[in-house]
């Protein structure tokens, strides 16, 4: 069935055909039709589930983790200072190993009040031990609802599947709803190896000593690094029943490409406009959009890049006192590695300023135009 | 608690296997006095009295209050509280009250220590240990949770102390209360952070000691009226109670237990540790402070209707009870003057409601 909507209501599609078990959220600009949606969904019986309409974010993700630990699937959805509040919560989530599915819509932190996108919302708990997808399309938000689910699940880690600020949270575009009875076959319900009950008391989350506290970290780390493996062969078995690929990065014109831009969210389709034009005067360009952001995909990035002769990455996002975020992480990622490709650091969009195939074009020629990677940043767009 | 057990471990089984025994003897002694003639002809007179109403004082009803507490233990030995620790009474009471088929979500408080480190834990219901404000949000979470895997038994209980209740965690309890989640909401007041060594707290009372209210600048500020707030919220059951008077607080958690919707139970647990009290004052202080009407026991259904349950006979005047606790000997008679004028405030104001109900 094909639906036009919006990016939002992608998240509660998906949320739905996940079959969510309990939903605790708290409305904030520009989530709230996530909400809406499936408050609606709820009150029809269309979807089975509880939702607990919170008094805050911190109360919205303490109450999935308490359902998630009952074995309960749960869903939420936020925002910016909405995010920035479950923060201590996120490290529970994960610590305790709840695989919670949480929208995010990247919103601008204040102050000054912003409700436009960038990235510094999500990318600032990115130490929190969540698994992050960057989306660009209303088909990949709602897909990787799904996917999150199947994921977080096998791994008992939490997901963040994150969409831009109106760019795509209100920008209606069709999308392929998919039958349910084959989601239900792609995902089953949830049946942790341990949950909270009567018949077999435990105590979750108590005291631990230095004697155990560093071995349950390690092992986070260790199912952190099983997830890029099991988004290639989930995304393949979704690809087999839904006909869409998800993986964890996609490339864009990149086999011959001389420039390699890398970009993320909707600025990752915005880019491959750019490409198209460059390529048009005759310039070898290609795109890599990075959607999964944590664990960070070192395999493809590095097999993607190695081919290039120049790598710019665009961030909407800033580590102040650093540099661009996702800046920071390729040149990680291909440090080491028999790679002496110059990678340029761009830093653009932030609060929500457009970023336009203009905004690529630009940077294409400032990085064609350098020999050297000596700025930690450059500035796309600033007013100085 | 699997591997080799260190020596002192193993004499320490021993010791509780030896109280194991005991406990189970007295058991069977208590049976069978149960099953004696002289018993029978007792507890039927007793049966016969209640049953006929007969009007006495309160005083003497209160004296008459022998129902013994059932046996069963959730709560075993080995766990971390400091001697004459009145938050551990507490919890053995609720939890006798409640049963197995029970869930807790303790947040950072003392009995997130006392339970024991990580792999133990001296409670036989399980715990969600929660972040520190969460305790009414989790618990309503655990309780969504557990309905959506079939299990609608369950009592989920926010055991928080009073930080956690009064304080830091007085959003998310007000936003479960006006939502009327199922939760049974617990709080064990020592009035003062006292996991984190004795700091001022909403909870504490005008005049105290504590280790931010220094004897130079000590509490200027009276007690925050945490159950006149939950009152507020027109939940379906909110109760006060002492662990000086098992009774009362073993029937409060079980009536609790069968109400439907967000309930608060208030339970004074006095700290030694924290009060500069000794610690076999810790039931004699929890009685005094109902005596002298402090923290009178009482009940409030719907925000409405106020029943007390203690009245003392004669109101005690509240000097001996702060005499016992070092964290007040700084006080001089003129304090002391002031915190009686306000408890006998308090104690009208609370007769006015109970009787307009």
């Known amino acids: 069935m094909k639906k036009v909507i919006m990016g939002n209501h992608a998240l509660s599609w998906g949320a739905q055909l996940s079959r969510a078990q309990v939903i605790a959220a708290y409305p904030i600009t520009p989530q709230t039709q996530v909400v809406e949606l499936l408050s609606e969904m709820c009150a029809s019986g269309e979807l089975n589930a509880k939702f607990i309409k919170v008094e805050s974010e911190h109360s919205a993700m303490a109450a999935c983790i308490g359902a998630s630990l009952a074995g309960a699937r749960t869903f939420t959805a936020t925002s910016a200072q909405g995010l920035t509040l479950m923060h201590e919560l996120l490290h529970w989530a994960s610590g305790g190993r709840m695989p919670v599915v949480m929208g995010n819509i990247n919103r601008a932190m204040a102050p000054g009040w912003s409700i436009w996108t960038d990235q510094n919302d999500s990318l600032s708990q990115r130490d929190t031990g969540w698994i992050q997808f960057y989306c660009a399309s209303n088909q990949e938000v709602l897909d990787t609802v799904i996917q999150a689910f199947k994921v977080s699940e096998a791994l008992l880690i939490p997901s963040m599947v994150i969409l831009d600020a109106f760019a795509l949270s209100h920008t209606y575009e069709v999308v392929d709803i998919p039958d349910q009875t084959t989601v239900d076959d792609y995902l089953p319900p949830f049946n942790p190896p341990v949950r909270l009950t009567p018949s077999e008391p435990h105590a979750f989350g108590g005291l631990t000593s230095p004697e155990h506290y560093f071995e349950l970290r390690y092992k986070l780390q260790k199912d952190m690094e099983k997830v890029p493996a099991l988004i290639e062969e989930t995304g393949r078995e979704y690809e087999r029943l839904f006909g869409r690929y998800l993986g964890q990065v996609e490339d864009y014109r990149c086999d011959d490409a001389e420039l390699i831009l890398v970009s993320s969210g909707t600025a990752g389709y915005t880019a491959r406009v750019a490409v198209d034009e460059l390529r048009d005067a005759g310039i070898k360009a290609g795109n890599l959009r990075i959607k999964l952001f944590r664990p960070f995909p070192f395999e493809r990035v590095r097999h993607i890049l190695g081919q290039a002769k120049k790598v710019a990455v665009v961030d909407r996002n800033i580590s102040y006192g650093h540099h661009g975020i996702f800046y920071q992480e390729v040149k990680s990622a291909l440090y080491g590695h028999d790679s002496h490709i110059p990678v340029f650091g761009f830093i653009t969009g932030l609060g929500g300023r457009d970023v336009t195939p203009e905004t690529f074009k630009e940077i294409a020629e400032a990085a064609l135009a350098r020999d050297k990677a000596d700025e930690d940043i450059i500035w796309i767009g600033v007013k100085r | ?357």
């Open chain 2, 1 to 357: 608690m699997k591997g080799e057990a260190p020596k002192q471990e193993l004499e320490q089984n021993q010791e509780h296997e030896k109280l194991a025994r005991e406990k189970e003897r007295g058991r069977k002694e208590r049976e069978e006095r149960e099953k004696s003639e002289e018993w029978r002809v007792r507890k039927e007179k007793e049966n016969r009295e209640t049953k006929e109403g007969k009007q006495e004082t309160s005083d003497k009803k209160e004296k008459k209050m022998k129902l013994s507490l059932p046996p069963e233990e959730l709560m075993g030995s080995g766990h971390l509280a400091c001697q004459g620790c009145g938050a551990t009474l507490a919890m053995r009471y609720v939890l006798k009250a409640l049963g197995q088929k029970t869930a807790l979500c303790i947040p950072a408080c003392c009995w997130s220590v006392i339970d024991g480190p990580f792999p133990y834990s001296s409670l036989d219901v399980p715990i969600f240990h929660c972040a520190f404000e969460t305790a009414a949000a989790s618990a309503a979470g655990l309780k969504a949770g557990l309905e959506m895997v079939g299990d609608t038994e369950t009592t989920v209980v926010a055991w928080a102390g009073d930080g956690g209740t009064f304080d830091i965690g007085i959003q998310a309890l007000s936003g479960a209360a006006e939502r009327n989640d199922d939760i049974l909401y617990i709080c064990y007041d020592n009035e003062a952070y006292m996991n984190t060594g004795i700091q001022r707290s909403s909870a504490t009372p005008y005049g105290a000691w504590t280790t931010t209210t220094p004897v130079k600048h000590f509490k200027k500020r009276p007690k925050k009226d945490i159950d006149a707030i939950m009152a507020a919220h027109r939940i379906p059951y909110l109760a006060t109670a002492s662990i000086g008077y098992p009774e009362d607080l073993y029937k409060k958690a079980k009536k609790a237990k069968e109400v439907k919707g967000t309930r608060f139970l208030h339970i004074y647990a006095p700290c030694p540790s924290g009060w500069k009290s000794r610690p076999e004052d810790t039931v004699k202080l929890a009685r005094m402070v109902v005596q002298n009407c402090i923290f009178p026991l009482y009940e409030v259904e719907f925000g409405e209707k106020y029943t007390i349950n203690i009245r003392p006979r004669e109101k005690k005047p509240i000097d001996d009870y702060l005499r016992l606790q070092g964290r007040f000997h700084h006080l001089t008679e003129e304090h002391i003057r002031m915190m009686q004028e306000e408890v006998d405030r308090n104690w009208e104001r609370l007769l006015r409601r109970a009787e307009a109900s």
